[in-house]
């Protein structure tokens, strides 16, 4: 394990609201390896976390990652914590719901009496009241799904993301905002999502562009900008251990078994334990399958109806399964292979859990093994991947840290 390195100044206080089980607040804590790589220790401490899900939260505390120099993480509705209770901190990280800002379950969104809208808006509480205080937080980040951008607000003109830009710029912030995709920044996996980064005004802004040029200098594995064959999913499945996976059910079962495997076959899995040229690779290891392999006679109603008429339903890839040569798509909480690429190229199985974990960027030491098996399939796919959250993170830090 790489070492924490000896600090020479003081810590940059980092406060996690929806932390799940803690995948961007390893990234910004540091410490860890992957893939043969270390990611080091940055200069952080995150001194307060929090989620509503008791399985999040017990996956979190689990972790000495995450625990052994910083605070656990809180199980509470962030609704009910008190302005107070929060502590002084340098750096928000969030990644909130996305949800209308006028309907946040039965409250009453900005009309609330109590001043507590939906969950974003409970972000911007916490610092507005960080700044009445004189304590004005240096920086934030938000991250959300791509969805977000084409979310308006009750109004229907206004963007969400441009709502909370405008927001955020009254309360002192520079803010920039990007569609990101993890595959650029060492994630195993084609993964879009927002980030909105906002730095105090008297401090500077942040610079996307910098995250690909900490990417280069790292030596980091980029789809974009080089070494992705490390990123394919055979280089990631090639030393994985033996787990126990979430089991299909009988229909779904029955489709994958339809679909079959990959054509390259278990074979093709030894081409990735040496070292290859990506561009040299054969073409058949980049060929996935998905319901449009099994033959229409042999089609459930729903799939046929779709089959004899791709244009009116854009001729969707359900039961997406992709081969080794190829970078994983998305990883969802709910783990379905209709929606997913959750199916192993091979065999006939969801992934296991420490597949998706490592196809996340999770180290092979974080613990998923104190909750149910369901739930640690949900929370790795509800997690921010550890790696671009450290690509952020060191970024981020950097930029407040010149001032």
């Known amino acids: 394990m790489p070492t924490s390195k000896k600090q020479t100044q003081k810590k940059i206080k980092v406060l996690s609201l929806f932390s799940g089980c803690g995948g961007l607040d390893l990234g910004f804590l540091g410490g860890f390896s992957?893939?043969?790589?270390?990611?080091?220790?940055?200069?952080?401490?995150?001194?307060?976390?929090?989620?509503?899900?008791?399985?999040?939260?017990?996956?979190?505390?689990s972790n000495a990652l995450l625990v052994k120099d910083s605070a656990k993480s809180i199980c509470k509705d962030v609704r009910e914590i008190e302005d107070q209770e929060f502590p002084d901190f340098d750096v928000m990280i969030a990644g909130f719901p996305c949800q209308p800002f006028s309907n946040a379950g039965n409250r009453k969104g900005v009309n609330d009496k109590n001043g507590r809208g939906t969950l974003f808006e409970e972000c911007e509480r916490i610092l507005?009241?960080?700044?009445?205080?004189?304590?004005?937080?240096?920086?934030?980040?938000?991250?959300?799904?791509?969805?977000?951008?084409?979310?308006?607000?009750?109004?229907?003109?206004?963007?969400?993301?441009?709502?909370?830009?405008?927001?955020?710029?009254?309360l002192g912030y520079n803010v920039s905002m990007q569609l990101?995709?993890?595959?650029?920044?060492?994630?195993?996996?084609?993964?879009?999502?927002?980030?909105?980064?906002?730095?105090?005004?008297?401090?500077?802004?942040?610079?996307?562009e910098k995250l690909k040029e900490l990417v280069q200098k790292e030596n980091i594995p980029s789809e974009s900008f080089g070494k992705q064959e490390k990123l394919l999913l055979g280089s990631i499945l090639k030393d994985v251990p033996k787990e126990d996976f979430w089991e299909y059910t009988k229909a779904t079962q029955n489709m994958i078994e339809k679909i079959g495997p990959c054509a390259h076959g278990a074979k093709a899995?030894?081409?990735?334990?040496?070292?290859?040229?990506?561009?040299?690779?054969?073409?058949?290891?980049?060929?996935?399958k998905s319901w449009k392999d099994i033959p229409p006679e042999e089609l459930t109603p729903r799939f046929k109806k779709i089959y004899d008429n791709p244009k009116k339903y854009h001729s969707p890839k359900f039961f997406r399964r992709f081969a080794f040569g190829e970078i994983n798509g998305t990883i969802t909480a709910s783990s379905q292979p209709e929606n997913c690429g959750i199916t192993h190229p091979i065999e006939n199985r969801r992934f296991t859990v420490r597949e998706i974990a490592r196809i996340q960027s999770f180290p092979d030491n974080f613990d998923f093994s104190k909750i149910p098996l369901q739930s640690r399939y949900k929370v790795i796919g509800n997690a921010v991947p550890p790696i671009l959250g450290w690509v952020v993170a060191k970024t981020l830090t950097e930029t407040i840290k010149e001032k």
């Open 180 to 208: 990101v995709c993890a595959s650029d920044y060492g994630v195993p996996q084609k993964r879009y999502r927002v980030l909105i980064v906002g730095v105090d005004k008297k401090i500077g802004s942040f610079d996307f």
């Open 34 to 61: 992957f893939s043969g790589k270390d990611y080091e220790r940055l200069d952080t401490d995150v001194v307060f976390a929090n989620d509503f899900d008791p399985d999040a939260v017990n996956c979190y505390n």
């Open 128 to 170: 507005k009241y960080k700044i009445s205080q004189k304590k004005k937080p240096k920086a934030f980040l938000f991250e959300n799904v791509r969805g977000i951008l084409s979310s308006k607000m009750p109004d229907g003109k206004t963007t969400v993301p441009n709502e909370i830009k405008a927001r955020m710029e009254k």
């Open 269 to 288: 899995l030894n081409y990735f334990k040496k070292d290859f040229e990506y561009d040299k690779m054969p073409e058949s290891y980049r060929e996935g």
